[in-house]
Structure formats: C-alpha cells, structure tokens
C-alpha cells in the first residue's frame, strides 16, 4: 500500500539496511573506567583547534578547561580526569591527520570529583549569554559531524526560526547512544530544549525518532513537561534519516536548497545527545569531558553502552570491552558513515558516536570492482537525488571541474547509501571524498 | 529554364562570397615570421610549460621577437638550444633546471605499514581512509599515483615503491605536485642539492619505529650548517636556499639520512654516520 509522503513522515530514495541495534538497546549506560594516559586531541572539531591553557608537569582537576577557544569557529577542551599533564604535542586522529593535543595521565587514586563551574542560569541568560556558555562547555555536535553548536545556533539576523528539531533518529546500524541517551536522561533533554528554545527564538520543539524506538516514543510522550511546546514525532525507518536535511524533509515536508543550511527554511536542528548535554552541563557551569559511546559489532565480548572520557585510546577501549581473537577491522562511528581504522592507538573525541568490531567472518575479502553498466540502483538511493553513477565515472577519470558544477558533488554528505546498492562494488564515496579533497585543495591554491 | 536560373542563380552566390574571401583573406592578412615555424620545430614539442610561456607556439614567438633566450627551454638539449640559438643568431643563455623532488624516503624497506589497505589501489583512495596504511601520517603511501599522472614518463616507481624522478625527462609540469595526496613534491631546481627527505612533524626517536629514516629532530644539521644555512622549523630542518648552500657539512652528522646530497652523477648521498640500510625485502606490518 502506497501513502502519501506527507502521511509516511519520511523522505524519498533511501535505503534500508540491517539495523543491528538488538544487541545493545537494552542495555542501560554504564560509566567507562579511566584509561592509564587520556590523549585529548584540540581539534574534535570543524573549524581551529583550542590553544592550551595548561603546561608540560601541570596538575588538572577533572573537568577544569585545559584548553581555549581560538576565535569563534572553535571549542574550549576540559580535562576528562583529574591527573597530571604529561606531554603537549601531536596525536593521531582518525582523520590520518597529526593534531596539537595532550597526554594526560590520571591520578590512579584520586575521587575524580567533578567541580561546579558559574552556572548558566536559564532564568536570567539572554541569548549571547547561552551561545558563549556552550562554546565554553566545548559542546560540539554528539551525533558524528563534530560541528560547533554555537556556530549552528548563531542564527544570522535575517533568518526567522519557528521549529527546532531535536534529531534522535539514529538511522546508523549498531549504534544505541541516542536510544539509551532518550531513555535514561529525559529532564536533561527537556532542560536542554528550553535552552535551545531561548537561543532560537521557535515557537516548538519536535523530537524526531524513528519507528524503530516506539518505546522511546512512549516514554517521551508520558514524561514531556506539561505548557511547554514541545512534541514526539515518529518517522518511518530509513536510512540515511538522521542527516539534518533529510529528517526536515520527512518531519515538515520543507527542503534545504543546495549549499543552504536548515536556517534558510526557519529550522534548526540539534543532535539528542548534544541537547542532553546541554541541559546537564549549563546549569551546573560545567564543560563536556565524557560523552555516550556504543560499543558493539561481532567482535565485542561486552557490547554496551557507556559514559566514557573523551580521549580514551581506542586500544584501552577495547581491551576492557573484550575482542574476539579474529577480529579484523574496526570502525570508528557506524558501518555507514564510520571510518575503518588504521591503528588502535587513536583517542575517542567528542564527535566519537561509537565504535563497532567485526570479525573475519564478516569481512569478506575485498570484493572485485566491476565496471558500471549504469543501472541506476545508486540514482535511486541517493536522498539528495545526486547522479552516483555519473559522477563516480568523472571521479575515475579527474574531471572534478564536471563533478562540481554540472553534478553538485559539493551537496554529497557522504551518506554511503550509493555504495551500499551499487551490485559492481564501486566504492564511489571513497571516490567522492577523493574528488571533494582535490577540489578543495585547486580552490585552496587559487 | 528553371535549371539555368538557379545554376546562374547558384553560381552567382558562389562567385560572391568567394570573392568576398578573397577580398577578406587580402586585407586581413596577418604578416607572420616564417622564423617562428621553424624555431617551433626545433623545440621539443612537449608544451610543458617549464620556460614560463603557455606551450611551444608562444615560447617561439617569444624567441623571434628576442623576449627570451633558448636556454629557458630546460627540457630540450643543448643541441637543440644550441641550433635555435644559431639560427636566431643570439646567445644560448643559461637556465637551472627545476625537477619535481619528492621530500620522503620511506620505502617499504624502511617504513612500516600500520594497517592493510585492501581498497582501490590509488594514493588519492588510500589517503581518504584515515590517511591510508602507512605508519608515518606524513609519508608516502606509494600507490604510484604521481606515477601515472606524469606525461612525460619521468616517474618510476622503484622496487620500494617509492617514486624516482628521471630529472633529464621531468618538465616540471607540477602535474604530480598537485596529484600527491600528501603534498609530497616540489618543484626545485637542479642546484638544491642539499635536501631534507623528510616531513615528519614530530620531536624524538618514536618515530623510527614506523621508519628508520625518518627526521628525529636532533638539530644537528642546523648546528653544523655553516651561516645559519639549516634552521629548525616545526621540528624539521629548514635549508635557506637564498644563501651559498653548496656544502655537505650538514648532512656528515644526520643519524638517519634524513637530510641527503643529491649528486649529480651518484644520485643519492647519505652522511658519514646515517645508519646504513642493507635491507631490500618489505618490511612486515605492525601489530595490531
């Protein structure tokens, strides 16, 4: 049976994959002990890296800034332990980038106490005041992208916001955060909306979930604060539903027009978790140190989800959560968008959503690449109804001055659904990020 | 009597516009210098660019009209300058070559592979995926892709994949400056012979455990260095080519062979005390 879509509450083209998500979205958060050196990057972010307040042999509290905001694309860092500064230099990411950063070492026997900060009193904050509260806290988008909250909630003077979109769809297989996250901390969701509420200027705030999490649906509804305006949507289960684009499509049936922002359609839209710290960390003047990680996949003894320090390495991570001995690759964020890793020896950062361990058993050795017999299978997958095929051809063949102005390869996300259908196992994101990384790099140069 | 009318009808249009041509052809006739073909066919033809004009067409005219002398072209030989340079009448002039240099020596002999890259075999590819296999974050990933963007069949890659430039064949067309994914190359003149091949950021000997001839940062380049010719930047030496740098002093020291001589008939040259390196097999990957 075919419904309109503005019944369907979803977006056209997409794509579904096995959800994975049995596993882990029972399981309640558990708190992440705290590994023998935290290597805390100062770029977990789009935009400049913090400059560090603290020296080589320092002692931090946890929770105190280590770390300042250079200029207003960037973020302050705090320490996720209380401990002493070890080193300042360059640490690895997962971006195959060097970074400044820190090594911290925590204090084995220390209380780990957080300290109270000037709280950002809801009742007496203008706007400006919220905006360089959370640029203080060193919020950044929870859900993957690592974006700068303050840069997205500096609404510019021109633009009216009327809806404000709290995004818990979590259309990333094996990933939970976002589930447990709406289960567990349902007053610091609503505390953060009224912050959010007050910075915008929106009449409502819409909680978008996916069909898949009814019982968040119903636990949100039963709880929400009563004269507030705010409402529990439920959206059809797709992937990729969780981009901001596509889940303003699917909730208010408005669309971004390319190389636009959800401001220019009086939207904005914030990740759950992002909001839940939000309403957690202003009122007590505190910054993020920790955040909610899935750790799941095949090849993980104990799958769960837990409150981790930022600048945990990967490598602590996953001893304590328990490897299978064949484990052969291991992605950072989900099987969609995350990235495989090159090396264990990689911190956990803020835009750090989870990570997933597969064994030999399900990677398969790399499949052969056939050449494209122009099916169109990634034509009907791709949400911002991008020509896949077209440009993953002018990719293998450089003509990225095409790709960018006749095929708008600058709107791609990289969402991977393309690659997902594709039967010739073109791995065209790869080529894409290619593409994209060339073009910035002629504009850079000219 | 339909058929005389548009054959004259036909034949008169044609005779028009044919001497509307001839008409056009006489009194826009452009005078050009028969020496400028000639000078084109002695020229090598590649439209590389390397002598600063857009192609061969305007470097020859260029020549004819005296704006510049034969010996910018760097990519003929002297042969060829040496007759364009007769033929013209004026003197050869001299021009340093510029090749393209790579700034790494890390073969898989030396350095290490962090992780398996599995995908399409392209630096651009690998270097998408959290900066490719490699275990030095600055280094070449050795997929050749400098290799096949080179028209003029100056890069080869050697047996540790790394890439050779053929400095009597390279252009220096930038073609492989801009197709590095790691913003390996540069275009340097022949004379720079001192050469630090390396771009490691970071201070200390951990590096040599992902390659042995990595940069380490010790500074001894920079303290023997005569007039301050080496000074440390970003943890690496930094050679000022603006002052004499015709020496080897800097590179007796280096512990690595990070900083080389590159001779113009022996290629290659490492300092006195650089470790030498006798292996020839791949190294295998690091653990996991």
Redesign the interface.
């Given at each position: 049976m075919i419904f309109p879509r503005r019944q369907r509450r979803s977006f056209d083209h997409g794509i579904h994959p096995p959800e994975a998500k049995d596993d882990t979205r029972g399981l309640p958060i558990r708190q992440f002990p705290f590994a023998p050196v935290m290597i805390i990057p100062l770029l977990q972010h789009m935009g400049r890296p913090a400059l560090p307040l603290v020296r080589e042999g320092q002692e931090v509290a946890r929770g105190q800034c280590i770390a300042e905001p250079d200029g207003f694309m960037s973020v302050a860092m705090h320490a996720p332990a209380s401990g002493v500064i070890q080193r300042i230099?360059?640490v690895?990411t997962?971006?195959?980038?060097?970074v400044p950063g820190i090594y911290l070492k925590p204090f084995p026997g220390s209380s780990q106490e957080v300290g109270e900060g000037a709280p950002c009193d809801l009742a007496l904050a203008t706007p400006e005041n919220i905006i360089s509260a959370i640029q203080q806290a060193g919020i950044v988008g929870l859900g993957g992208a690592a974006f700068p909250t303050h840069v997205k909630l500096k609404i510019p003077d021109d633009r009216q916001i009327d809806t404000l979109i709290i995004n818990g769809v979590e259309c990333e297989p094996y990933l939970t955060t976002d589930h447990r996250v709406m289960l567990e901390q349902q007053p610091d969701i609503f505390m953060g909306i009224r912050y959010l509420i007050r910075v915008t200027g929106a009449q409502r705030a819409i909680i978008g979930i996916e069909a898949n999490k009814l019982d968040v649906a119903q636990s949100l509804r039963d709880h929400l604060p009563a004269g507030e305006p705010v409402t529990v949507e439920v959206a059809e289960v797709k992937y990729p539903q969780g981009a901001e684009k596509m889940l303003i499509t699917a909730l208010l049936d408005r669309e971004v027009p390319s190389g636009g922002l959800p401001s220019d359609v009086g939207v904005v839209v914030v990740n759950v978790a992002t909001t839940a710290e939000i309403g957690r960390l202003l009122p007590a003047g505190r910054g993020i140190q920790e955040r909610v990680i899935t750790i799941g996949g095949p090849g993980i003894r104990k799958k769960g989800n837990y409150r981790i320090p930022i600048g945990t390495p990967l490598r602590f991570a996953l001893e304590y959560a328990g490897m299978a001995d064949n484990v052969s690759r291991v992605f950072l964020g989900g099987p969609m968008m995350g990235?495989?890793?090159?090396?264990?020896d990689i911190p956990i950062t803020k835009g750090t959503s989870g990570f997933i361990a597969f064994t030999e058993n399900e990677t398969a050795?790399?499949p052969l690449?056939y050449p494209c017999i122009h099916c169109g299978y990634c034509v009907d997958a791709c949400p911002l109804f991008l020509n896949p095929s077209q440009l993953g051809l002018l990719a293998k063949s450089g003509r990225y001055d095409a790709m960018v102005q006749d095929y708008h390869l600058m709107d791609c996300f990289e969402c991977g659904s393309c690659a997902y259908v594709c039967p010739a196992h073109i791995?065209l994101v790869?080529?894409f990020?290619?593409a994209k990384?060339?073009v910035r790099?002629?504009q850079a140069a000219s | 009597m339909i058929v005389v009318t548009s054959v004259a009808a036909i034949g008169g249009l044609t005779f028009l516009l044919a001497s509307m041509l001839i008409l056009a052809n006489r009194k826009f006739y452009v005078e050009e210098d028969p020496r400028i073909d000639r000078v084109e066919e002695m020229l090598p033809h590649s439209n590389c660019g390397a002598c600063g004009f857009p192609g061969c067409r305007p470097f020859a005219e260029a020549l004819v009209g005296g704006e510049a002398l034969p010996g910018k072209c760097t990519v003929s030989n002297d042969e060829g300058r040496a007759a364009i340079a007769d033929f013209l009448g004026v003197a050869v002039g001299q021009e340093i070559k510029v090749v393209a240099r790579l700034a790494c020596a890390g073969g898989v002999n030396v350095a290490r592979n962090?992780?398996h890259?599995?995908?399409?075999p392209?630096c651009?590819?690998a270097?998408?995926?959290?900066?490719?296999?490699k275990g030095c974050?600055?280094g070449c990933l050795g997929l050749g892709d400098c290799e096949r963007i080179c028209d003029f069949d100056a890069i080869t890659m050697d047996r540790h994949s790394l890439p050779v430039v053929d400095n009597d064949r390279c252009t220096a067309c930038g073609d492989c400056v801009?197709a590095c994914?790691k913003d390996l190359f540069s275009l340097q003149p022949v004379t720079h012979r001192l050469w630090v091949a390396c771009r490691n950021?970071?201070?200390g000997d951990e590096i040599l455990a992902n390659c042995e001839v990595a940069c380490t940062a010790c500074e001894r380049c920079a303290v023997d260095a005569p007039n301050g010719l080496v000074t440390m930047r970003d943890n690496l030496p930094v050679v000022d080519y603006s002052r004499p740098h015709d020496t080897r002093q800097p590179i007796e020291r280096c512990p690595t062979g990070a900083i080389v001589w590159i001779d113009e008939k022996q290629g290659v040259m490492k300092g006195a005390a650089a470790k030498k390196i006798i292996r020839h097999s791949a190294l295998p990957e690091a653990p996991?």
């Open positions: 230099g360059l690895p997962i971006n195959g980038k060097m990235q495989a890793l090159p090396s264990l050795a790399d690449e791995p790869q080529r990020r290619g990384t060339m790099k002629q | 962090r992780a890259y599995g995908g399409t392209t651009l590819a270097a998408q995926v959290a900066g490719g296999g974050f600055w801009d994914p950021l970071e201070r996991t």
